[in-house]
């Protein structure tokens, strides 16, 4: 069988690929014969298509072997071809069948053929593609011409890539190899087959390359880098070759290849990737490429811009990934920079045993001092005389770290309500640390300490972003961060920023973000509170998270109640310092009957009666205690209905008039008021109905109900703005029978869990609601 040449029916002459450049144009030998019936090759040039890269399929199987009698040139014709359906696999090494019998009873080596060719038949079958081997040919046809042509673009994909893998697998001359490199590249961005492997498989190859080369010049590494650096623009480096790159950033951290090449590349990391923890590696690289860059002459100017340009210009970041990528990116980095002191704790007490004083010295290694720490008997004189009640701390010594743990009163009592118990201890019992403590110190290397600086100045660019915060202040809810960064006070120093921003932002995802995640663990409140491990000034911070908390913490009875209980020392102390946020906080305890003990309660009316800010607060407090008590008289109305739009200023005037102890029905349908009114009406003893329909009453108003109006057994609150934020609050109200939510945004979610914690629900309205 003759081969002519393409539509214009010339000879096609052309070389063999073993004697031609891996990339060169696809050639066969001339004159070549391979049947009775003359057959004609297509050549196949780029025309947009794409393809699959194909792994396996079925197609039919026909081998030819040269003729080279007139009797096997009869047996060989066409008449007489006799075609096999296989189940082909495309591996790296070879093609092979699913069933190895007939034609295909012995795999094909991509090394044993010599060309792929698209034929064209006359008077036969068609879409068949020849594959020419020594001393045959293998037709493969498929059932139509886009099979055919994947399968075309498949076997000469894996039959090059195979042979880039032979040649740059011992390599001679580096500046062969280079050019090699070089035309791979090219190769990958022109194939037509689209696939992710397409682009990484070259990737592979320059991956291993490199791995088992290290006696690279640097000149060497940048030709490399910049060769491969078009197939780095859309996908991700494989482990060995961030590797490399790392260590380039590292020994040439102002080389321009590091902003020219690795730029794009880290942000599409920080843009795309999903998952650190699978590719741990990628997550080095970014953070050798942010120190390369921190390097520069202009040092963290340059790292600003980066952020700058991975967020955006407008307010609003595009790319939800950024923000995580990049705090993951600072929390490894910090880690790494405490990581001689985390690898020691053979040699260290773990906080369990600070806490609890229980390990045996011959349980460690003897180079250690401990020395354990006995009790303050009193935390508000503590407080009071600081520097006179503190006894012997603890002093953890391992190598250059030296903590200094205090421990009060209450992390006594907990030491003793928790003894053998195998969780793990919270932090301020176990790292707590007089305001005015200034000998704990943990001594890093020079390099850890620039490391250090550069990524928590990071996590402070981050916290300026307004539509950032909401997301980084969850992500640093849990304190993510080893025991040895918060016992370093360099370290809780610089983070003190972030902690400020977070305090200063309004919107309570943010700031609610600083109370622990669940009950029982620590948070940065605690931890910036005066007596923790972190605070380092008179108690602004705390004044100010305290501030903001109460504004609009979901329960504010249980919030005081918690501050009585851990820090009515510091309060007491602020107060008697004429801080009015803590003034405002020892007058609601006293409102609230949030302490029983009488003696406490003298206390705190003589500290509030030491400053004119106090004495004035505390005198609009008996005032206010005089007319509630005016109001709760028995007496009064049993129902009342407010005018259409009453705003809060009335309903407060109407209930300034006179006893309303008798009030159980009160109607503000279609009213103006709004979460305000509630301080009012949560003064009503004897409320059991409350109609808020369409007016402003919000979620802030919600929570303040539910923990004050306990027996209320009808609320409406149909057309409302409330939202399961403040609709949750109400599973505590025990004793609503009847609970409208017509038109709301109750989610059914919501719905569920309030039906479950309130057993005597009888009735309810959802309509116009997810729940519906």
């Not at 032979?166 to 194939?191: G, H, Y």
């Not at 998952?275 to 921190?294: H, S």
């Not at 850890?448 to 402070?460: H, M, N, P, Q, S």
């Not at 972190?534 to 109460?550: K, P, Q, R, T, W």
Request: net charge neutral; charged share 20%.
């Amino acid at each position: 069988m003759d081969r002519t040449g393409g539509s214009g029916g010339g000879s096609d002459r052309r070389q063999t690929e073993e004697s031609k450049p891996l990339l060169g144009e696809m050639s066969a030998p001339e004159g070549n014969k391979m049947g009775a019936a003359p057959c004609r090759r297509t050549l196949l040039h780029c025309n947009g298509m794409r393809y699959k890269l194909l792994q396996e399929g079925d197609i039919q199987v026909c081998v030819i072997r040269h003729p080279r009698t007139f009797l096997s040139k009869i047996l060989t014709s066409k008449f007489l071809r006799r075609w096999e359906p296989h189940h082909l696999t495309l591996a790296d090494n070879s093609v092979a069948s699913a069933t190895p019998t007939g034609y295909m009873e012995n795999s094909i080596s991509y090394s044993a053929i010599e060309d792929v060719q698209l034929l064209s038949w006359e008077n036969a079958p068609k879409y068949c593609l020849q594959l020419t081997i020594p001393g045959g040919t293998v037709l493969l046809q498929a059932a139509n011409s886009y099979l055919r042509d994947q399968w075309f673009h498949s076997l000469q994909w894996k039959k090059k890539i195979y042979k880039y893998k032979k040649v740059l697998s011992n390599p001679s001359r580096w500046e062969v190899v280079l050019k090699e490199i070089r035309t791979l590249v090219d190769m990958a961005l022109t194939s037509p087959l689209q696939d992710d492997s397409i682009h990484q498989a070259p990737l592979e190859i320059v991956s291993k390359l490199l791995s088992e080369n290290n006696n690279l010049t640097t000149q060497d590494h940048e030709s490399i880098i910049v060769a491969i650096a078009p197939l780095l623009e859309n996908n991700h480096p494989p482990p060995d070759l961030c590797e490399f790159f790392c260590k380039h950033c590292r020994e040439r951290p102002r080389s321009m290849v590091v902003i020219e090449v690795f730029t794009p590349v880290v942000q599409r990391i920080l843009k795309h990737n999903m998952d650190f923890g699978k590719c741990p590696r990628l997550r080095l690289f970014t953070q050798e490429y942010i120190l390369a860059l921190n390097e520069l002459n202009a040092g963290m100017e340059v790292v600003k811009k980066f952020i700058q340009s991975m967020h955006g210009p407008t307010g609003q970041c595009p790319h939800p990934r950024v923000l995580p990528n990049l705090v993951a990116v600072c929390l490894a980095a910090i880690y790494s920079c405490y990581e001689e002191f985390i690898n020691s704790r053979d040699n260290s007490p773990s906080l369990k045993e600070i806490r609890n004083g229980c390990q045996q010295q011959c349980d460690r290694k003897p180079n250690l001092p401990l020395r354990l720490l006995h009790t303050s008997p009193d935390l508000v004189s503590q407080e009071a005389t600081l520097t006179e009640s503190r006894l012997k701390p603890v002093i953890v010594t391992s190598n250059e770290i030296h903590v200094e743990v205090e421990r009060n009163n209450t992390a006594n009592q907990k030491m003793t309500a928790n003894v053998g118990n195998d969780s793990e201890p919270n932090l301020i019992d176990c790292l707590m640390v007089s305001p005015t403590c200034s000998t704990m110190s943990i001594e890093l290397s020079a390099q850890a300490d620039r490391i250090l600086g550069c990524y928590v100045e990071i996590l402070k660019m981050l916290s300026d972003y307004d539509d950032w915060r909401p997301a980084l202040a969850s992500l640093l809810q849990p304190i993510p961060f080893p025991k040895e960064a918060l016992a370093h006070e360099k370290f809780t120093k610089e983070l003190k920023y972030v902690i400020q921003r977070f305090a200063e932002d309004p919107r309570q995802e943010v700031h609610s973000c600083l109370l622990s995640v669940r009950a029982g663990k620590d948070g940065w409140f605690q931890l910036y509170s005066p007596g923790g491990v972190a605070c380092d000034d008179d108690g602004e911070l705390f004044a100010s998270m305290v501030h903001i908390l109460m504004g609009s913490c979901y329960k504010t009875k249980k919030f005081l109640l918690s501050l009585a209980e851990n820090k009515l020392g510091p309060c007491m102390l602020l107060a008697l310092r004429g801080n009015q946020t803590m003034v405002e906080i020892l007058c609601l305890m006293l409102e609230y009957n949030i302490i029983d003990n009488n003696d406490t309660q003298l206390q705190i009316i003589s500290t509030l009666e030491s400053t004119d800010v106090g004495k004035r607060m505390y005198e609009q407090l008996c005032d206010r205690q005089r007319e509630l008590k005016e109001l709760q008289r028995k007496g009064g109305p049993t129902r009342l209905t407010l005018p259409s739009k009453s705003t809060d200023a009335d309903l407060a005037r109407l209930l300034s008039s006179g006893s309303f102890g008798n009030l159980e029905n009160l109607s503000l349908a279609f009213t103006n008021v709004t979460s305000a009114c509630a301080e009012h009406l949560i003064k009503l003893p004897s409320l059991k109905q409350l109609n808020l329909w369409s007016t402003q009453f919000g979620d802030a108003g919600l929570r303040l109900l539910s923990e004050h109006l306990t027996m209320l057994q009808v609320l409406n609150l149909c057309e409302t703005p409330v939202t399961d934020a403040g609709l949750l609050a109400l599973s505590s109200m025990k004793s609503l029978c009847s609970l409208n939510m017509n038109s709301t945004k109750l989610s059914a979610d919501t719905y569920e869990d309030l039906k479950a914690k309130l057993p005597n629900l009888k009735e309810v309205d959802v309509r116009y609601t997810e729940a519906w």
